[in-house]
């Protein structure tokens, strides 16, 4: 490197030497006050409270969990928690969505403006507000144990929707839920506070993925439409087949970056006691073994793995459908 | 015996259109342009009425106006508007000293008074003094509300509500926006280390709910300090919150930054302009009029997080409803709450539609 070079690259050596420095020193500070305060406070130290007993209950668990079961399978079962709710949510938002979207953009003046009206009513409002609208309003409406709504097999009250489950011992049979005493016994139970996050999440997602969708749809050029219309295909087929996957092709990444924030908002899962990631690992974790240093580390990691496995997904899903049309992602 | 893929006759001739259609049939068009359009048209047409009427019935028939304590509103077949009026104080300043008011006040007219100038000014205004405003603004704010010198001292703790909410907002906004420039221009810096330090911000705090940011704020922050340096919760908070939508910020400058095309720069460069001239003269201006119909909406996103700070526990307009609804005059049937939750909800709603329609009008006026 030449002299000329380098007198002039380095105020930027020097910038950076700064930079590193200063950073290194706020990280030295932070790391020497919390080992003094630990110090002082009697806190420990490290992950090896993962596999001492928990002594606490989960209200919905998806794999067997008692209080005598270690942390780490509480923390396995906080995450399926919030896997099941983003998935659940994702699923339904995107149907939704889909919907509202072609709503926005039907001829008739009545289901285009009731379609619009939703998607600006429910993106404007905050999502902590609606999911406790759900819960704390609506869903505290529904009767007792003794009065269940009886919907076909389903139970439906304050405890939950009670659905009847696959029984597999000792025969193959329907596990019918009924009412015994004050309790439902037998079935599949959706806790009040999975639906009232399900209801919250899945609606407003669903006014951003339409909005999204829409872009999509209006980004095919009108000659496709108009095309499949001279080949005879009806509304809906040529809706499904024709405008459907190239809209797609444009929503895809934006849809994406839409269900990580999903996968992001149902944190506010804490605010409604869903046991999930944030309500368990951040909360009853933290608060129980008074290590939220190590909690909080968990429950950043496991967020950014889960956005990391919803990029990666849409990545894929998303090369693949470069490819199908025959071009190069 | 030929058989014909070709029409052998000609359709007949479609009727000349009408330049005006009688309103009766333009409402057909648009109300029942198929029939299975039609159907659905009549059965949300149904469901409208239905869920309309019942609304109705429980927002204005049924509702209680008046009133200063749970008594007011037996049952739950009406609103509780009651407890919307009697609690108005701690909605909007929360705690605020009753005789020191007028502080607050002078705060929401000035920033009403700001607002409207921002809507009604023309779009070939520069936009300098608008951002220079959105600074002015919460810094002025923080000075009247806490006070000093011949001023009164009014602890942060004591503010809540709308009052709390306004000026997490506008803080956010003001330190926000300058940062997640900064982090915009770092990414693209010529020195590795700044690239590097502002890209892992930016990514880690995108991979990170705000919740979960607020949390460690609010527990885990304080075992970081110094012993002996206690910060209070809500600076905490409104630090937090202001690095998070740092980051969101950033991703919309790098957005605006990246739409100004190389050339310019080049183009600056070549007539020579220093690096930071460039910036200054060439590149912001272009790319941040670019980027602000997407600041409104960083806006309204601000505006909806707030109430998350309910959760830890600062008193914003949320936290302020579900505590009246805990207080000892209130407390009772659910359906107290649930008036509030409304009453807020149609707030917001009038705000951040406002705000998205405002949006929308810059993004055509371009």
Partial sequence: MSRAVFMERLPGYIGQTVMLVVVGWLVWRAVSNFQANARTLGLSAGFGFLHAQAGFEIAQSLIPFTP??????????????????????????????????????????????????????????????????WYASVLVLLPPVGDSIQIGPALLNNRGFFLPGLQIDPTLA????????????????????????????????????????????LSVPRGQIEA??????????????????????????AAGGQYQTLAKASSLAAAIGYPDIMQIVGGTVASQTSQALEAMALVVLLYAAINLSIALIVGLANRRLLAREGRQA | MTTHFVRQT????????????????????????????????????????????RFLEWAVVHAHWLGDSSEACPGDAGACWAFVAARWKPWLVGN???????????????????????VRRSHAASLQRVLLGFILLPVGFFLVLIGGGPLPVVAATRWGGLLLTLVVTLTTFATALPLGLCLALGRRSRLAVARWLCGAFVEGMRAVPLLAVLFIAATLVPLFLPRGLSVDLFPRAVVAFALFNAAMAAEVFRGGLQAVGRGQIEAGTTVGLSDF????????PQAVTAVV??????????????????????????????IGAKSPDWIGESNILTSGYVFLAVAYLMVCYGLSRYSRRLETQR
């Fill in chain 2, 10 to 53: 000609l359709i007949d001739a479609r009727s000349a259109p009408v330049a005006a259609l009688p309103i009766a049939t333009r409402w057909r068009r648009a109300m029942f342009p198929t029939p299975p359009m039609g159907a659905l048209s009549l059965l949300l047409l149904a469901v409208f009425a239905v869920l309309g009427w």
């Fill in chain 2, 277 to 284: 001239a460039t910036l200054r003269l060439i590149v912001l």
């Fill in chain 1, 174 to 217: 329907l596990n019918r839920p009924h009412v015994e005493g004050f309790d439902v016994s037998g079935g599949i139970v959706i806790l009040p506070e999975l639906m009232a996050l399900t209801l919250g999440l899945t609606i407003y997602n669903s006014t951003f993925l339409a909005e999204i969708f829409r872009a999509g749809i």
């Fill in chain 2, 96 to 118: 605020y000293p009753s005789d020191q008011l007028w502080r607050p006040w002078t705060c929401f007219a000035a920033f009403a008074l700001f607002w409207i100038w921002v």
């Fill in chain 1, 68 to 133: 005598a079961s270690p942390y780490l399978d509480a923390i396995v079962a906080a995450t399926l928690n919030t896997l099941l709710v983003v998935v659940l949510a994702g699923v339904l938002s995107t149907l939704i969505g889909l919907c509202a979207a072609f709503g926005r953009l039907a001829p008739g003046g009545l289901v285009r403006g009731a379609s619009s009206a939703y998607v600006e009513v429910f993106r404007n409002i905050p999502l902590l507000l609606q999911i406790l609208f």
């Fill in chain 2, 293 to 322: 119909p997407a600041l409104v909406n960083i806006m309204i996103a601000v505006i909806k997080e707030t109430t998350l700070l309910s959760v830890i526990g600062v008193n914003d307009l949320l936290g302020a409803v579900e």
């Fill in chain 1, 228 to 253: 499949a219309a001279t080949v005879g295909l009806s509304g809906a087929r040529a809706a499904f087949l024709i405008v459907l996957p190239q809209a797609l092709r444009v929503a895809l990444p």
